[in-house]
């Protein structure tokens, strides 16, 4: 089965197709932008199979050495979905030799057990999944294992994988996760260790000389917001792990039914808001890598930096297998500049319900806050605060994809169209623009 998915943080599956005798296939009726072509993993005796624990499986299924299934493979050729090669597809254009090859992959063997990290025992009652270190946002390759007195048993292709372990015991959450290296050799006696999570510590502060005395800022709201393949939010509150939910459900219309259960993972954030002391206590943190939200009404402020001892946070996000040692240094900077502004059509008519959003020259994906977002009004004005000093591009797209700008190859293709902005320190800047109609 062949799919064309949108690019964006959450790429949608736009259409299906399923190839002839000769390996060919044809998708038409495609809105123009920009897709991913993807070939699902053709089934096997494996799917039918390995997932379900049993002693009584066939000797040659024991040992995970068969190679009948094709593992999800992305144009042109990769089956990391990072590496997949973008398709710029205009109005009225036709892409051809849109060709893959796709290859049989063979499963290991993984056996290990669920431990509960406060008493050393195992945890007989869990929900286990296997979740590709690479695996995008929407999670569709992960898979739930099941266990047997807290032992499981499950084939997967070699491969970067974690092993997440949910549990709950009288209303309090545990989780783990392991990081496994899947090769041509089984792996044996892996030990996944769920706790309650741990507490990090952090201070928000503003002034990093002698002279600023590095002054506490309280009422800064932070949040831990864990990265993919996490999916915090796509499950109904509360905020609980329910890795039974069938993702299904948030899928396109003709979406092939593989008869998969997929499972989200899904934690939820950790939050808080500093003291007057500017300190801020973030409890039940699990092993994840986040991003770190900083958020407070003042206008004159912004995010400067996010150290943990020697980490810079702001570039590298925070990542987190244990408890840490240090503490978090959030530093606010105070001299935040402004933007007012104004969007109009060609002709000069103002735009109302127009996106707007200003992009920093040194845009990195993972820092949203640096991304800033307005709506224009029914005179096609906006407002945009908080906006550290620097150097900006400012678009308003008719019509995109919500985070599509977090991207470089979608701003690729609207190089020159944006305005570009430059942010004083305690300035209020104003600035007229166009609006880009859909991408054609």
């Known amino acids: 089965a062949i799919e064309f998915r949108t690019s964006g943080t959450l790429p ?47 000797t040659q299924l024991q040992d995970y050495g068969f190679s009948d299934y094709y593992a999800s493979t992305y144009f042109p050729g990769t089956t990391d979905p990072w590496s997949a090669a973008r398709l710029d597809l205009l109005a009225g254009s036709t892409k051809n030799n849109v060709d893959i090859q796709i290859s049989p992959v063979s499963y290991r063997r993984i056996r290990g057990t669920v431990i509960d990290d406060a008493t050393g025992m195992r945890v007989s009652s869990a929900q286990l999944m296997i979740v590709p270190r690479d695996a995008p946002p929407d999670s569709r390759r992960t898979r739930n294992i099941s266990l047997q007195k807290g032992a499981f048993e499950y084939g997967a292709i070699p491969g970067s994988y974690f092993l997440v372990a949910f549990a709950n015991e009288a209303g309090q959450t ?28 952090g201070r928000i502060f503003s002034g990093s000389s002698e002279a600023d005395a590095r002054s506490a800022i309280s009422n800064v709201f932070v949040t831990l917001r864990p990265n993919p393949p996490s999916e915090p939010g796509i499950l109904p509150p509360p905020t609980q792990p329910d890795l039974k939910r ?32 500017g300190r801020v206590n973030l409890a039940g943190v699990a092993s994840w ?68 959003i200003l992009v920093p020259a040194d845009a990195r994906p993972n820092r949203a806050d640096r991304f800033k977002v307005a709506w224009t009004g029914p005179v096609g004005n906006f407002r945009m605060i ?15 994809e919500d985070d599509a700008w977090r991207d470089p190859e979608f701003l690729r293709l609207y190089k020159g169209r944006g305005t570009p902005v430059h942010i004083r320190a305690r300035t209020a800047e104003h600035v007229e623009t166009r609006v880009i109609p859909p991408w054609f």
């Open 174 to 201: 545990y989780f783990g996760r392991t990081a496994i290296e899947v090769g041509k050799d089984p792996i044996d006696n892996i030990s996944v260790r769920v706790s309650s999570g741990f507490r990090v510590t």
């Open 289 to 356: 890598h986040y991003t770190v939200e900083v958020k407070t009404s003042l206008e004159e402020f912004y995010v400067k930096s996010i150290r943990m001892g020697s980490r810079d946070v702001f570039r590298d996000d925070l990542q987190l297998d244990m408890p840490p040692a240090g503490i978090l240094e959030i530093e606010l900077g105070r001299d935040a500049g402004s933007l007012d502004g104004r969007v109009a059509d060609e002709r000069s008519k103002p735009m109302d319900n127009i996106r707007v």
């Open 386 to 400: 908080q906006i550290p000093p620097g150097d900006y591009t400012l678009y308003a797209w008719e019509n995109t």
């Open 246 to 277: 069938d993702l299904r459900d948030f899928q396109a219309p003709g979406v092939l039914n593989d008869g998969f259960i997929r499972s989200a993972v899904a934690l939820p954030a950790a939050a808080a808001t500093s003291d007057s002391d």
């Open 12 to 58: 949608n599956v736009w259409r299906v197709a399923q190839t002839n005798s000769r390996g060919e296939y044809q998708i038409t009726g495609l809105p123009p932008g920009q897709y991913y072509v993807n070939v699902a993993g053709k089934p096997g005796i494996a799917d039918t199979f390995i997932p379900q624990y049993s002693k009584g499986l066939p």
